[in-house]
C-alpha cells in the first residue's frame, strides 16, 4: 500500500506541431512499480524499438489535466485527483502471473462550477503463463474505463470504454522465437462525443478519400488490431526479425490506453550483424539493417523505407554511432498531413545522423550527436546539434549539462482548415522557417548513502514564421508543384503569423531515508511560460531573458513514507 502519486521530474518540454499525440514516460512511483506485467504493446516491434508507447494500458491516464479546461477555457488551475488506487501483482509456484489495478479519481469543477473532468473508475487485469523454463507464454488483459458524465461532459467525452487482448510467444532451438498478439476495443458515448472520436486525428473517418466512412448518428465504436512475428533472437554473429500487423480504423485505446494512429498496416525487418572480439581497431561492432513498409488498412502505402546504422567501440573506449534512413521510396502518400483531408502524394526524403560518445570510465565524458534530414524535393531540410558533457567528479558527485540547437525548413508544413461561404473546406499548408534551443542540468549529490540530492533544469525556446499559404490543387499529382496552389483567402496570406513559445521546468529533490524502508522527501518544482502567436525580433538571449522574467509557479511538496516491518 503506497499512497504516493507524485511526479519526481518534470517532462521534457516540446511544441508539437504534428497530428499526434507525444507519449510521455510514467514517472510516479506507485504507477511504475510493477509496470512490466501490466504492459500489453500494440507496436512493439524492434524497428520502432517500442518508443512509440502505444499499448492497451498508459498509466498517464489516470490523474492528467482535467480534459474539458480548454474546452471551457478555464483558467482556474482545477486538477483531476485521484481519489484512490490499489494494486495488487504476484506470481504462483505454477509459473501463473496476475495484476489486478483499480483507480478512481474525482470530479473536478472549474470556473462557474463548471465539470472540467467527471469523476471515472479505472480497472486493468492482466493474467500471464510461463513454461518451459520461460520459453513459452500465453497472456491475457482486459481493460475498462466508466465515466460518471452530465449535461456539461456528455457531448465531448466516451462514457465507457473497453479493450482486451490475447498475446503469445514460444522460443524453440533456443535462436528462434514466433510470437504474436490479438487485441479488441469497443468505445460508447454520446452522437458528439462519437462523431468527435471519430473525426480525431487517431481515426479520420472524415477523410473524402479513405475507405471508412463517417457516421454522425454513431454511439459506438469498435475495433481490432493483429500483430506477427518471427525472430531469431540468439547467436554469436547474426540475429534478426520480421514482423506484419494490422489495426482497423475504428481501433481507439486512448481512454486508458495510448494510441497514435488507427487505420495502419505494416511489414517491418530487421538485422543486426555484431563483431564482439576485439582487434587491433575496435572492441565491439554493431550494423543494424532496418527496412518497412506501411499502409492504410485499405492498402494505400504511406511509407516504405530503408535503414541501417553502425555502432563502434574503439579501443580507445570511445563510440561513434552513424546511420541514415531513406524513405518515401516509390510512390507514397500522407494520410495525416491534411488532418481529414485527403492524402496526399511524399517525395524521397533522407535523414542521416552520427553520434560520438567518449570513454565512460573517465572522469568527464563528452557526448556530440549531429541529426540532419532533407525531403520535399530540397524544399524542406533540417539540421540539429546536441552536445554534452558529463562529469563524475567523485563517486558522491556527478553533474552533466547539454544542449540543443535545431534548424527547421518545413515546406509543407499544415497550416489550418478553412470552410468557405458554400461549405467547401480548403486544407492549407505554409513554408515554416523554425528554430529551437534547449539546455538542460542535472546534478546528483550523494550526502550518505541515505540522504542524497537530485537537481533538474531545462529551458526551452522554439520560434518559427510562416509564409506562403497554398492549398491543395491535385493532391496526388507526381510532381510537386501540381499539388498546390496559392491559398486565396488574403487575410490569411498577408498575415500568417508564427510563434514563439518559451518554457522552463525544474525539480530539486532531497530523499532521506530516516531509517530502513522509510523514506523523506523535499521536492521544489519551478515553471514558467510564455506563447506569443509570432516569431519576435529578440535573439535567443533576448528570449531566455523574457522567460526568466516571466511570473513562476513554484510548487513544494513534503512526502513522508514510513515502513511497517513484519
Excluded at 534547449?438 to 540522504?451: G, M, V
Aim: glycine share 10%.
Amino acid at each position: 500500500m503506497n499512497p504516493d502519486f507524485g511526479q519526481v521530474e518534470a517532462d521534457p518540454s516540446e511544441l508539437n506541431l504534428s497530428a499526434f499525440e507525444t507519449f510521455f514516460r510514467e514517472q510516479r512511483p506507485f504507477f511504475v512499480e510493477g509496470k512490466g506485467l501490466f504492459t500489453f504493446n500494440v507496436n512493439c516491434v524492434v524497428v520502432v524499438d517500442c518508443s512509440t508507447g502505444e499499448g492497451l494500458f498508459y498509466s498517464r491516464r489516470i490523474g492528467r489535466a482535467p480534459q474539458l479546461a480548454g474546452v471551457y477555457s478555464d483558467q482556474s488551475g482545477a486538477v483531476t485527483r485521484i481519489l484512490g488506487a490499489a494494486k495488487v501483482t504476484g506470481r504462483f509456484p505454477g509459473g501463473f502471473s496476475l495484476g489486478v489495478f483499480d483507480a478512481v479519481t474525482g470530479h473536478a469543477e472549474g470556473s462557474g462550477h463548471r465539470t472540467v473532468e467527471p469523476a471515472t473508475n479505472y480497472a486493468v487485469v492482466r493474467g500471464n503463463q510461463d513454461w518451459d523454463g520461460g520459453n513459452s507464454s500465453v497472456g491475457v488483459i482486459l481493460t475498462g474505463v466508466t465515466r460518471f458524465l452530465n449535461n456539461e461532459t456528455r457531448p465531448y467525452l466516451r462514457n465507457g470504454a473497453y479493450s482486451g487482448g490475447l498475446d503469445a510467444r514460444h522460443r524453440f532451438r533456443e535462436r528462434f522465437e514466433v510470437s504474436g498478439s490479438f487485441a479488441a476495443s469497443r468505445v460508447s458515448g454520446s452522437e458528439e462525443a462519437m462523431a468527435a472520436t471519430q473525426r480525431d486525428a487517431v481515426h479520420l473517418y472524415q477523410r473524402p478519400d479513405g475507405e471508412a466512412r463517417f457516421d454522425p448518428t454513431r454511439t459506438s465504436l469498435a475495433g481490432t488490431n493483429m500483430e506477427m512475428r518471427f525472430a531469431k533472437v540468439g547467436g554469436r554473429r547474426l540475429v534478426f526479425e520480421t514482423a506484419f500487423q494490422r489495426r482497423t480504423p475504428g481501433f481507439e485505446l486512448n481512454d486508458i490506453g495510448f494510441l497514435r494512429q488507427a487505420d495502419f498496416m505494416a511489414w517491418t525487418s530487421w538485422a543486426n550483424l555484431a563483431f564482439r572480439t576485439p582487434n587491433a581497431v575496435f572492441q565491439q561492432l554493431r550494423w543494424n539493417f532496418n527496412n518497412w513498409e506501411y499502409w492504410t488498412a485499405d492498402g494505400l502505402p504511406t511509407d516504405r523505407a530503408f535503414n541501417t546504422n553502425v555502432h563502434v567501440q574503439f579501443t580507445n573506449r570511445w563510440w561513434l554511432h552513424m546511420g541514415g534512413t531513406l524513405g518515401q521510396l516509390g510512390a507514397t502518400y500522407c494520410d495525416r498531413c491534411a488532418r481529414g483531408g485527403p492524402a496526399v502524394r511524399q517525395d524521397a526524403y533522407l535523414s542521416p545522423w552520427m553520434g560520438i560518445e567518449g570513454d565512460g570510465r573517465k572522469a568527464v565524458v563528452p557526448f556530440l550527436w549531429l541529426n540532419a534530414g532533407v525531403s520535399d524535393g530540397g524544399r524542406s531540410h533540417r539540421i540539429s546539434v546536441q552536445p554534452q558533457v558529463a562529469v563524475k567528479v567523485n563517486s558522491r558527485f556527478s553533474t552533466s549539462f547539454s544542449t540543443s540547437l535545431a534548424r527547421n525548413t518545413d515546406h509543407t508544413q499544415y497550416f489550418d482548415t478553412f470552410a468557405d461561404s458554400t461549405g467547401l473546406e480548403h486544407y492549407t499548408f505554409a513554408h515554416l522557417e523554425q528554430k529551437t534551443l534547449s539546455f538542460t542540468w542535472r546534478l546528483d549529490y550523494t550526502f550518505t548513502p541515505t540522504a542524497t540530492l537530485q537537481v533538474y533544469a531545462s529551458p526551452f525556446i522554439t520560434k518559427g514564421t510562416y509564409s506562403r499559404v497554398r492549398e491543395f490543387e491535385d493532391p496526388r499529382a507526381r510532381d510537386f508543384n501540381a499539388r498546390y496552389q496559392a491559398y486565396g483567402d488574403t487575410a490569411v496570406t498577408n498575415n500568417p503569423g508564427g510563434f514563439n513559445f518559451q518554457q522552463f521546468r525544474s525539480n530539486v529533490v532531497f530523499r532521506w531515508e530516516y531509517r530502513p524502508g522509510s523514506t523523506l522527501f523535499l521536492v521544489w518544482s519551478q515553471g514558467r511560460e510564455n506563447f506569443a502567436p509570432v516569431e519576435g525580433r529578440e535573439s535567443f538571449g533576448g528570449d531566455l531573458g523574457d522567460l526568466f522574467d516571466r511570473r513562476a509557479d513554484d510548487t513544494f511538496l513534503v512526502k513522508l513514507s514510513y515502513w511497517f516491518p513484519r
